[in-house]
């Protein structure tokens, strides 16, 4: 009779360690919630590891329009969108990508359907390390439908926000403050747990 009693609280321990361990909150020691590949151990450190508040980054008074497509920035002008969009009470979905990454091309019809199911919360799409030209053929030929800016410094955002490649995609409050993000492709299960980081 033990035997029964055991294995079932085992099974619901070894879950609520694996629930602890995946997800993280944002708490005031500025922890980001990783969803799918996490960064590496032991690697270098960026910014976007421990979290981001862009309220803390001081934003150029001309700011990229709302609707901007393949616009050309500096990661002060993609804070202060991020920062415009929080003032307007949204929290903003960034995703990172680029021309020549496979995986970018897939994931953008589910962020599509994402944004537009989703009007609460800004999207915004960033291409890094990416030339100019390239970036704007390809948001074109991909189909994004959500605002998209090009990273002038080649990969400084992708920096800041803690990217180690291709895609990666990240979650911001209403607060400026960077509480998830996921270091690969997008899938429906990854993407609705990162917006719940934000809900």
Do not use: K
């Amino acid at each position: 009779m033990r035997a029964r009693v055991a294995l079932p609280l085992a099974a619901v321990l070894v879950a609520v360690a694996v629930a602890v361990f995946a997800i993280v909150t944002f708490d005031d020691g500025g922890e980001v919630a990783d969803f799918g590949v996490p960064p590496p151990q032991g690697g270098i450190a960026l910014p976007g590891d421990q979290g981001l508040d862009v309220g803390e980054v001081e934003a150029p008074a001309q700011l990229p329009p709302r609707d901007a497509t393949v616009v050309s920035v500096t990661w002060e002008e993609v804070a202060g969108w991020i920062a415009r969009e929080n003032d307007d009470g949204r929290p903003v979905v960034v995703n990172l990508w680029a021309s020549w990454c496979g995986p970018c091309e897939r994931e953008i019809p589910l962020l599509n359907e994402t944004a537009a199911a989703n009007p609460d919360i800004a999207f915004l799409g960033v291409a890094a390390q990416d030339a100019l030209e390239d970036a704007r053929q390809a948001a074109e030929d991909f189909g994004i439908a959500f605002p998209s800016l090009h990273d002038a410094d080649f990969d400084r955002v992708a920096y800041q926000l803690g990217a180690r490649g291709l895609p990666t995609t990240v979650t911001f409050d209403t607060e400026g403050r960077m509480v998830g993000r996921v270091l690969s492709e997008l899938n429906e299960r990854n993407l609705g747990d990162l917006l719940d980081t934000v809900r």
